[in-house]
């Protein structure tokens, strides 16, 4: 038998399962494919990367061409090789796989020790595959990356088929992105009171008002409110304006909060009216973080923590009960099982939420409000009880048991309608809206169901306060950006009361299940994150364990500025003011005539952005605010321009001014 010189081998780094890998061999050198590497550091915005198939798990077909080796990803994807100087070649033939049908379009780019080696025109479903053939001599690292045409990334099944490496020294590695230091850019907030709940708060005629003025600044802190109108009252401890108006119309109320070293005062206008949720929902969601493993005690634990870590001062306030807490359908588990509803139909909860008044009653004396979750159809996603035959008997108990917030998924709904036209998408919701409206509380209406029939068109006629548009979000940058950069279709459709959510937030530690990690997007995604969802005027969910909030994310939580963006009262969603590849600007009209603009980078390196004041229909000069240093950078009078690094964002507002650059 002869002897192979595994050891040397060895000491090259080479694992055993590159053995295989490494067996063709040319005198040019060993030819290694991409899919024998740990391609499941290929972060993409959609499905999980496949070894030899689709990303639907399918063979490689492009253009009816079958191909036996590849990576089946989705855009937007990046992966990572470390090269180290070992290979001369990368080949591969790419385009989008026959499995998406007739739509994806995508752009293939290849970065060489950051600089762009590759990049094919945009390539549409039906293409033929096109064939990559580069040197790559003595290079260090190899970015593969799969970028998404206009049309957004949807039927974007990406394919690198036949991808490999001609290797002469160290073997190819697949690598994480580079990694970044979690750096703080925010002041911490002063001692001297500032007043940061909503400027405009609606409520309906009759409704329970429960408005907390959130104020950040050294405790003590009293507060009092001006202009009060009868029936209302406010507590001077707490900062909790509760009781009930009957005639619609606006009352102007001065909010005010002193303490040792100062006071704020702050209008806001109470609107008496048909429209709540007149600013963007902000507070926590049990999915992100626990998925079906909760229970009451982690339920407090959240409102808790909400109010301990100071978020509530910033203007957090709903604390929302995800899926599970009902009974599961079919179950023998005595901890979820048995009867769904009692005998008079009313739903009935799960041994982990043994009394839902009291958790609501306990959450909503910390300043709080609460939110609660069910789907339409007889069951929801994780199969419990739905609302199914039920919706008037479950909008009562909502009501009884104080929610403030419904989240409506649609889910089991597919087992009544399975392909619905327009009229059927909307009929459930229609119908769970009319329950609402006959109940004598203020319920956020929450409508999820992923996007379906463009539901931003027709959202505020079904009554909803605020949709999703997309499917769910998960932590990493593909998710995120793919879904964050995505909604510009949607901005038009933004109003006070009517708000598109484009999924809950991932910063923190999440993990949808029992066991929790740090979110995995860097910090720089995390800002972008954060600043996107802000201009998105989206409802801001936190998804992370409220109990570990780390310093980093506290301030990506609490920097009131940003959430100024967000919670402005004009309610105007970003649009997307210009485009130059991966670079992006989005700005925002404010109420008080500034706009917040988002100079954002989805590049893989740093890359200077630039916003054009003719694109945002500006002119003269501007002062320029960076938001999340909450420093003034200067006056300019036609553009500002600044180096924003890799999948980063600068938030900035612009007020006129006088003089300039
Ligand atoms: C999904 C929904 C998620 C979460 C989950 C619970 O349909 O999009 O946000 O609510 O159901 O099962």
Same mark, same amino acid.
Request: charged share 20%.
């Given at each position: 038998?002869?002897?192979?010189?595994?050891?040397?081998?060895?000491?090259?780094?080479?694992?055993?399962?590159?053995?295989?890998?490494?067996?063709?061999?040319?005198?040019?050198?060993?030819?290694?494919?991409?899919?024998?590497?740990?391609?499941?550091?290929?972060?993409?915005?959609?499905?999980?990367?496949?070894?030899?198939?689709?990303?639907?798990?399918?063979?490689?077909?492009?253009?009816?061409?079958?191909?036996?080796?590849?990576?089946?990803?989705?855009?937007?994807?990046?992966?990572?090789?470390?090269?180290?100087?070992?290979?001369?070649?990368?080949?591969?033939?790419?385009?989008?796989?026959?499995?998406a049908g007739r739509f994806g379009t995508v752009t293939f780019r290849i970065l060489g020790d950051?600089?762009?080696?590759?990049?094919?025109?945009?390539?549409?479903?039906?293409?033929?595959?096109?064939?990559?053939?580069?040197?790559?001599?003595? @290079? /260090?690292?190899?970015?593969?990356? =799969?970028?998404?045409?206009?049309?957004?990334?949807?039927?974007?099944?990406?394919?690198? +088929?036949?991808?490999?490496?001609?290797?002469?020294?160290?073997?190819?590695?697949?690598?994480?992105?580079?990694?970044?230091?979690?750096?703080?850019?925010?002041?911490?907030? &002063?001692?001297?009171?500032?007043?940061?709940?909503?400027?405009?708060?609606?409520?309906?005629?009759?409704?329970?008002?429960?408005?907390?003025?959130?104020?950040? &600044?050294?405790?003590?802190?009293?507060?009092?409110? %001006?202009?009060?109108?009868?029936? #209302?009252?406010?507590?001077? %401890?707490?900062?909790?304006?509760?009781?009930?108006?009957?005639?619609?119309?606006?009352?102007?109320?001065?909010?005010?909060?002193?303490?040792?070293?100062?006071?704020?005062?702050?209008?806001?206008?109470?609107? =008496?009216?048909?429209?709540?949720?007149?600013?963007?929902?902000?507070?926590?969601?049990?999915?992100?973080?626990?998925?079906?493993?909760?229970?009451?005690?982690?339920?407090?634990?959240?409102?808790?923590?909400?109010?301990?870590?100071?978020?509530?001062?910033?203007?957090?306030?709903?604390?929302?009960?995800?899926?599970? !807490?009902?009974?599961?359908?079919?179950?023998?588990?005595? =901890?979820?099982?048995?009867?769904?509803?009692? /005998?008079?139909?009313?739903?009935?909860?799960?041994?982990?939420?043994?009394?839902?008044?009291?958790?609501?009653?306990?959450?909503?004396?910390?300043?709080?409000?609460?939110?609660?979750?069910?789907?339409?159809?007889?069951?929801?996603?994780?199969?419990?009880?739905?609302?199914?035959?039920?919706?008037?008997?479950?909008?009562?108990?909502?009501?009884?048991?104080?929610? /403030?917030?419904?989240?409506?998924?649609?889910?089991?709904?597919?087992?009544?309608?399975?392909?619905?036209?327009?009229?059927?998408?909307?009929?459930?919701?229609?119908?769970?809206?009319?329950?609402? /409206?006959?109940?004598?509380?203020?319920?956020?209406?929450?409508?999820?169901?992923?996007?379906?029939? %463009? =539901?931003?068109?027709?959202?505020?006629?079904?009554?909803?306060?605020?949709?999703?548009?997309?499917?769910?979000?998960?932590?990493?940058?593909?998710?995120?950006?793919?879904?964050?950069?995505? $909604?510009?279709?949607?901005?038009?459709?933004?109003?006070?009361?009517?708000?598109?959510?484009?999924?809950?937030?991932?910063?923190?530690?999440? &993990?949808?299940?029992?066991?929790?990690?740090?979110?995995? #997007?860097?910090?720089?995604?995390?800002?972008?994150?954060?600043?996107?969802?802000?201009? #998105?005027?989206?409802?801001?969910?936190?998804?992370?364990?409220?109990? $570990?909030?780390?310093?980093?994310?506290?301030?990506?939580?609490?920097?009131?500025?940003?959430?100024?963006?967000?919670?402005?009262?004009?309610?105007?969603?970003? +649009?997307?003011?210009?485009?130059?590849?991966?670079?992006?600007?989005?700005?925002?009209? @404010?109420?008080?005539?500034?706009?917040?603009?988002?100079?954002?980078?989805?590049?893989?390196?740093?890359?200077?952005?630039?916003?054009?004041?003719?694109?945002?229909?500006?002119?003269?000069?501007?002062?320029?605010?960076?938001? !999340?240093?909450?420093?003034?950078?200067?006056?300019?009078?036609?553009?500002?321009?600044?180096?924003?690094?890799?999948?980063?964002?600068?938030?900035?507002?612009?007020?006129?001014?006088?003089?300039?650059?």
């Amino acid at each position: 038998m002869k002897l192979r010189h595994l050891p040397a081998l060895l000491c090259m780094g080479i694992v055993a399962a590159s053995w295989a890998a490494a067996a063709e061999t040319s005198s040019q050198g060993r030819k290694v494919w991409l899919s024998d590497l740990d391609i499941s550091k290929t972060q993409q915005g959609w499905g999980e990367p496949q070894k030899d198939k689709s990303v639907d798990g399918n063979p490689l077909r492009i253009a009816g061409r079958t191909f036996d080796r590849g990576l089946g990803t989705h855009a937007d994807s990046a992966l990572y090789v470390k090269l180290a100087g070992g290979s001369t070649r990368f080949t591969a033939m790419v385009g989008l796989d026959d499995e998406a049908g007739r739509f994806g379009t995508v752009t293939f780019r290849i970065l060489g020790d950051g600089k762009e080696i590759l990049k094919t025109d945009t390539m549409k479903a039906g293409q033929p595959a096109q064939e990559v053939d580069i040197d790559v001599t003595g @290079m /260090d690292t190899l970015i593969l990356l =799969v970028g998404r045409g206009k049309d957004g990334i949807n039927f974007d099944h990406a394919d690198w +088929a036949n991808a490999a490496f001609t290797v002469v020294g160290r073997m190819p590695e697949t690598i994480d992105g580079p990694k970044e230091e979690a750096i703080i850019l925010t002041p911490k907030p &002063g001692p001297e009171p500032r007043i940061n709940s909503a400027k405009v708060f609606g409520v309906r005629p009759g409704s329970p008002v429960l408005y907390t003025i959130a104020a950040s &600044g050294q405790r003590p802190m009293g507060f009092h409110a %001006e202009g009060l109108p009868a029936g #209302l009252s406010v507590n001077a %401890e707490s900062g909790r304006i509760t009781g009930r108006l009957t005639q619609p119309g606006e009352y102007p109320i001065t909010l005010i909060a002193r303490n040792d070293v100062g006071e704020a005062r702050r209008t806001m206008r109470l609107i =008496v009216g048909n429209t709540i949720a007149l600013t963007p929902p902000m507070g926590w969601n049990s999915w992100n973080c626990w998925g079906c493993a909760i229970d009451e005690q982690k339920i407090r634990h959240a409102a808790e923590a909400m109010v301990s870590s100071g978020l509530i001062h910033h203007g957090w306030q709903y604390i929302n009960i995800d899926d599970c !807490w009902m009974k599961k359908l079919g179950s023998d588990d005595p =901890v979820v099982g048995g009867p769904t509803r009692d /005998d008079c139909g009313r739903i009935l909860t799960n041994a982990r939420f043994p009394d839902m008044k009291a958790l609501t009653d306990y959450i909503h004396n910390l300043g709080l409000k609460v939110g609660v979750y069910i789907s339409p159809g007889p069951s929801t996603c994780q199969r419990y009880e739905g609302s199914w035959q039920h919706e008037l008997h479950d909008a009562q108990s909502f009501a009884d048991w104080g929610f /403030d917030y419904l989240k409506y998924d649609w889910c089991g709904y597919s087992e009544i309608v399975g392909r619905p036209t327009l009229e059927q998408m909307k009929e459930p919701y229609i119908f769970m809206r009319g329950c609402l /409206d006959r109940i004598d509380r203020d319920i956020v209406y929450s409508l999820c169901q992923y996007g379906m029939g %463009e =539901v931003w068109k027709w959202g505020t006629e079904v009554g909803g306060n605020c949709w999703r548009t997309t499917g769910d979000i998960t932590d990493s940058w593909g998710s995120m950006a793919g879904i964050g950069f995505a $909604q510009a279709e949607c901005s038009p459709y933004a109003s006070p009361g009517h708000w598109n959510d484009p999924d809950m937030l991932v910063v923190g530690k999440v &993990g949808w299940g029992p066991s929790l990690r740090e979110s995995r #997007l860097t910090p720089n995604e995390q800002y972008t994150h954060i600043s996107l969802w802000c201009l #998105l005027c989206s409802p801001l969910l936190i998804g992370c364990d409220l109990t $570990q909030l780390d310093d980093f994310t506290m301030n990506l939580l609490t920097n009131d500025e940003v959430l100024e963006v967000n919670q402005d009262p004009l309610g105007r969603q970003a +649009a997307r003011i210009a485009q130059d590849g991966s670079l992006e600007v989005w700005a925002k009209p @404010m109420e008080d005539g500034s706009t917040a603009v988002g100079l954002f980078n989805r590049d893989e390196t740093p890359k200077t952005v630039v916003a054009e004041w003719s694109d945002l229909k500006l002119s003269g000069p501007m002062r320029v605010r960076d938001l !999340w240093r909450q420093k003034d950078i200067g006056v300019f009078r036609n553009q500002f321009g600044a180096e924003v690094p890799r999948h980063g964002v600068m938030l900035l507002r612009l007020f006129p001014a006088q003089g300039g650059q």
